[in-house]
C-alpha cells in the first residue's frame, strides 16, 4: 500500500474516485441482481467523512448506486458515465442535452428487446442501453451487430465493456470529463476501476498531474476477463473486488487515524 501514502497526507485535499461494476461489485450474468461486496457502503460513507471528495463514477444510473450504496452526505454519485449527478436527497440532474435523446433510447430499447436472442439481456438504464451477452457468449456477433445498427440509424453511439456493448447518446461525457472536473483544485486524488471504460478516468489523472501537478494514483481491480491494457495503465494493480475494497478500507483506516 505505500504508493497509496500520499492519497492520506492530507486527506481534505484529496479526492478517492471509483467505478462500480467489476471494481465494488462482482460481474454475474444477471446485471439487475448486481450488488456490492459487503463492507463496500459503509467503507464509502467513512471515506466520505474524512476525504475533500468521494465519488462513485459508474455505467450504472445514479437511482441505481443509490439504492445498493445507501450514501451518506457527502458521497457523490455520477453515473451512466457522467450523464447523470446526484443532487440534493433524492434528486438525480442530468447534463444538459442529455434528454432529448431518453425517447431515441427507449426507442431502441424496445427494437432491441424485440429481436434479442435467447441469452442476450437488454438492459434499459433510461439515457442509455446496454445489450449484454454473458449468458450466451455464442451470440457476442449478434448482440455487437444489433447494437451497431441501432447506432447506424439512431445516432447513439456504442461503447464496448465486459461481454457488452452500450449506446449512448453522442455527448462529450464519459468518466474522463467526470473525473477531470471533480479532481480540478485537489492536491492529490485516485481512481480505481477495472474495465476499458475506465482508461479515460486514468487518462484524466495523468493529465492532471501533468498540467496541475495533482498527486494521482492510478488503481486498477483486474481478473481474468481484464484487458492488460487496464493492468498496464495502472500504478497499483490489484485483485478484482476483493482488493479494491481492501485499497478503500486501508484508505479509510489511515485517515481515521491521522495518516499514521
Known amino acids: 500500500m505505500a504508493a497509496l501514502s500520499p492519497l492520506v ?10 467505478d462500480f461494476d467489476g471494481t465494488l461489485a462482482p460481474i454475474i450474468t444477471d446485471p439487475a441482481a448486481v450488488q456490492p461486496l459487503s463492507g463496500v457502503g459503509p467503507t464509502l460513507n467513512r471515506l466520505a467523512a474524512r476525504f475533500g471528495m468521494v465519488a462513485v463514477i459508474s455505467g450504472r444510473p445514479v ?9 451518506a452526505p457527502g458521497l457523490l454519485l455520477a453515473g451512466l458515465y457522467g450523464l447523470e449527478r446526484s443532487g440534493r436527497p433524492g434528486e438525480v440532474v442530468t447534463v444538459p442535452g442529455a434528454e432529448p435523446w431518453r425517447r431515441v433510447v427507449e426507442a431502441s430499447v424496445a427494437r432491441l428487446e424485440s429481436v434479442a436472442p435467447a441469452g ?19 451470440q457476442a456477433e449478434t448482440a455487437v451487430g444489433l447494437a451497431e445498427g441501432e447506432a447506424a440509424t ?19 461525457v464519459d468518466k474522463g470529463t467526470v473525473v ?17 471504460g475506465d482508461l479515460p478516468a486514468f487518462a484524466a489523472l495523468d493529465r492532471a498531474s501533468e498540467t496541475r501537478g495533482t498527486v494521482t494514483v492510478k488503481v486498477a481491480a483486474v481478473d481474468d476477463e481484464s484487458s492488460p491494457e487496464m493492468a498496464a495503465a495502472a500504478d497499483v494493480v490489484v485483485d478484482g473486488p476483493p482488493g479494491a475494497l481492501a485499497v478503500l478500507s ?8 491521522g495518516g499514521r
Open 120 to 138: 442476450v439481456t437488454v438492459e434499459s438504464k433510461g439515457l442509455s442501453v446496454t445489450v449484454h451477452w454473458r449468458r450466451n457468449p455464442a
Open 154 to 172: 439512431t445516432g447513439l453511439q456504442t461503447h464496448r465493456g465486459r461481454m457488452s456493448i452500450e449506446l449512448r447518446p453522442p455527448l462529450a
Open 180 to 196: 477531470g472536473e471533480l479532481v480540478d483544485g485537489y492536491a492529490a486524488a485516485c481512481f480505481v476501476g477495472d474495465d476499458l
Open 250 to 257: 486501508w484508505l479509510a483506516d489511515r485517515a481515521a487515524a
Open 63 to 71: 437511482a441505481f448506486l443509490s439504492d445498493r450504496l445507501k450514501p
Open 9 to 18: 497526507n492530507e486527506p481534505s485535499s484529496t479526492a478517492i474516485l471509483t
